[in-house]
């Protein structure tokens, strides 16, 4: 749906227009409040990543949690916490895209405009990365890393090519720390 200038009709008032018509045709009212695939979906939240027809998933069936990179920041571990400890999901896949907005600056850049243009500098982390295996890796990291998050046996994190429309999976023991990761245990939780 292209936005047309010359349409009285806002963008917003044809979104409504659908949703209309979308609760004429509902169907899925009686759907449990936890995911049936017990599956938490952590990812960027690029418009050409949809992750739920890339995963071939339906309504009902995860959580989808977004931000800008899909980045694993405290905030998504609240969201992953009470995905997991009151909902029900046992699996988290991450993803990460290529042609990222998040590659393109770094946090400075965004930091110290947004200072000198307000007067203030945020507290929060813009958290851009220059390499996408290793920003996923560490996103991983935090997850397996965190105290709150009680199951950690399946998490697994993948980078989508926007360009071909691939899925390609991305291991935490390929990394940096590679020679410190391989005795570590990681789902026991026993690091940090
Ligand atoms: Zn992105």
């Not at 800008?68 to 999901?89: E, K, N, P, Y």
């Amino acid at each position: 749906m292209a936005p047309a200038d010359d349409d009285p009709m806002t963008l917003i008032d044809r979104l409504v227009g659908n949703a209309e018509q979308w609760a004429d045709g509902f169907t899925a009212g009686e759907l449990a409040v936890q995911p049936s695939l017990r599956l938490a979906v952590v990812a960027c939240q690029d418009s050409r990543l949809d992750p739920q027809s890339l995963l071939g998933l339906g309504p009902g069936e995860a959580h989808y949690m977004r931000n800008a990179g899909g980045t694993v920041t405290d905030d998504m571990i609240r969201s992953l916490c009470i995905s997991q400890r009151f909902l029900g999901t046992r699996e988290i896949v991450l993803i990460h895209h290529t042609d990222c907005g998040m590659l393109r600056f770094k946090d400075d850049d965004l930091l110290d405009a947004l200072h000198r243009e307000t007067g203030v500098r945020p507290t929060w982390a813009v958290e851009t990365f220059d390499d996408l295996d290793e920003d996923l890796r560490m996103s991983m990291r935090r997850i397996l890393r965190s105290p709150f998050i009680p199951y950690k046996d399946h998490v697994r994190g993948f980078v989508y090519e926007v360009e071909t429309g691939t899925l390609r999976e991305v291991h935490l023991t390929e990394g940096r720390d590679d020679h410190r990761e391989a005795g570590a245990d990681w789902r026991a939780g026993t690091l940090d």
